[in-house]
């Protein structure tokens, strides 16, 4: 059973960064696609970054430039690093992981970007 646990949330203002973090507890980290979700104010749930278990990364028009998403198959870990930050990134962030049709989620992180 896979568990996801995300650190790093906060508050931060516009332009300002930050680094959220996920550690992955269970096995086939390395055969499970991972990344992170985001879940704005009125919105869906909607893909942010992820990173195929063949390293192929995607990334949401919305942030391409200013995040970038990390994973560490020995530490087991998934990172986003968030440069740039605009209001309209305020959300609550899930980190995720698939192996075949099985999907996990964390708890979730919330970031607010405000002046």
């Known amino acids: 059973q896979v568990h996801l646990a995300e650190s790093g949330g906060g508050l931060v203002q516009p332009g300002g960064s930050l680094r959220l973090s996920c550690t992955f507890s269970g096995s086939m980290f390395g055969f499970s696609d991972v990344g992170w979700y985001r879940q704005r104010p009125g919105n869906q749930r909607e893909l942010v970054a992820k990173?195929?278990?063949?390293?192929?990364?995607e990334y949401a028009d919305s942030v391409k430039g200013r995040f970038t998403a990390f994973r560490d198959d020995a530490q087991k870990t998934i990172d986003l690093e968030m440069n740039n930050l605009k209001p309209d990134d305020t959300a609550v962030y899930y980190c995720w992981a698939a192996l075949r049709d099985k999907e996990s989620w964390g708890q979730g992180t919330q970031v607010t970007v405000t002046s």
């Open positions: 990173i195929t278990n063949t390293w192929r990364s």
